[in-house]
């Protein structure tokens, strides 16, 4: 797609964009990924000279929101730049070739770059019929294990390849599976989300470049950076659930006020991602700004959790009672309701406010 | 019992304490700077301070001789401070949101000189615009 012998400094000066405004990127980067400001010039001077990684990017079973993502950041940003100044050598929806030519490229990337390239999987991969998801009549499967064999890294982007995502929840009619289930002997860092922010996207590839190595990770295979504190900690709307003051359904006066959305179903408490920060389409707002509750997009089996608009403290179908009670309960508890959601969520059976109903708590059920 | 919005409110803007420890460092590290000429750079995105803490920082370091605007890639400031040495450098983006702020202990911050590589183009394109004049002079 791009002549793949050009450096990124060399890309820049092709296409106009000052040294000044890399070296702008290059600092709120090593911010974003926590880095000391002394580290700017060495992502600069690792950015500039390298010749661009070959990436093969994968698509399974998947609804290419993710590309979608990546792919609209702000044009001509200077995070599209460092994207489209990768060797992107295999992508289906991007790529002119077609057929036997695509086939071609991608072993042809493979043949020279091995054990150096990049591998992006968005989607998840079928177990069940290997006829349910194919390209060039090879199963999703068999692709993986072959790319995967000569990679250096994969980079699970959005929560179907990193856990699944919608394809795996139940009754998961194709035995959907992530990646990690699958290449258990590569370094794989998980992007999750639906789709995921594409400044983490970029950053995950700009450490990858600079530093030979993927960032820390959390015992999901996160970036801690951005996945290190939940939605809820960072939101906006944190002192109205301190509180306790909680919009009751979607066109009430809390809502409209700005009240917090814990009660019509938030998830932001017991999901981790950088949406509060980072912020979306081109750092305009994120979901809860937008007046709805976080889905929980970005954490394993989202999709069964119970109903998006259940409080986190019904979500596992407990009696209409406790809902008063829990809300309360996490009125007081403030941050430690972040902890007891997440518990319960992981239990999957009781919730993480026992105390009886109250009759006089000032709290209405959303029923 | 729920806690009052306002005493919380009221907490947090007491502060973080931070601010005083900023203004430590920078000045350890413009002491550096005058006896070696050893560079620092703080990113104060990285430091939880309230607003107001934030207010004071700026307001405790002062204003200087210079204060530039850049625009590449989105609008950014650069301020000396009342302080030689100590700049206030302010980063935005295309849509005009904040990407950083950093105090520079520096004589002068990076992102103000022009750079190598911009040198060596602009060299290149001045000589090329030198020589379609005279194509021109030559053709009139």
Known sequence: MIRRQQTLGERLEERGISRRSFLKFCTTTASLLALPPAFAPRIAEALESQRRPSVIWLSFQECTGCSESILRAGSPSIESLIFEAISLDYHETLQAAAGHQAEAAREQAMAENMGKYLVVVDGSVPLGNPGFSTVAGQSNVETLKQVAKGAAAVICMGTCSAFGGIPYAKPNPTGAVPVSEIITDKPIVNVPGCPPIPAVMTSVIAHYITFGSLPELDDLGRPKVFYGQNIHDRCYRRPFYERGQFAQSFDDEGAKAGWCLYKLGCKGPTTYNACAVLKWNEGTSFPIEAGHGCLGCSEPNFWDKGSFYAPLSTATELGSGTVAAGVLAGAVLGAGAGYAGRKMQEKGKTGPFEAPPVADAGQKENS | ?140
């Open chain 2, 1 to 140: 019992m729920r806690p009052d919005l306002n005493e919380v409110l009221r907490r947090r803007a007491a502060g973080t304490g931070n601010m005083v420890l900023v203004l430590h460092e920078v000045a350890h590290a413009l002491d550096r700077l005058a006896r070696t000429g050893e560079t620092h750079v703080i990113d104060l995105s990285s430091l939880p301070m309230t607003p107001v803490e934030l207010q004071q920082l700026i307001a405790s370091l002062g204003a200087g001789e210079v204060r530039a605007a850049i625009e590449a890639e989105g609008r950014s400031e650069v301020t000396e401070t009342g302080f030689s040495g100590v700049w206030l450098v302010t980063h935005r983006d295309t849509d005009d949101m904040l990407r950083g702020r950093y105090i520079e202990i520096t004589p002068l911050p990076e992102i103000l000189r022009s750079q190598d590589a911009d040198i060596r183009a602009a060299a290149a394109r001045l000589a090329r615009k030198l020589d379609q004049i005279s194509d021109l002079e030559e053709a009139s």
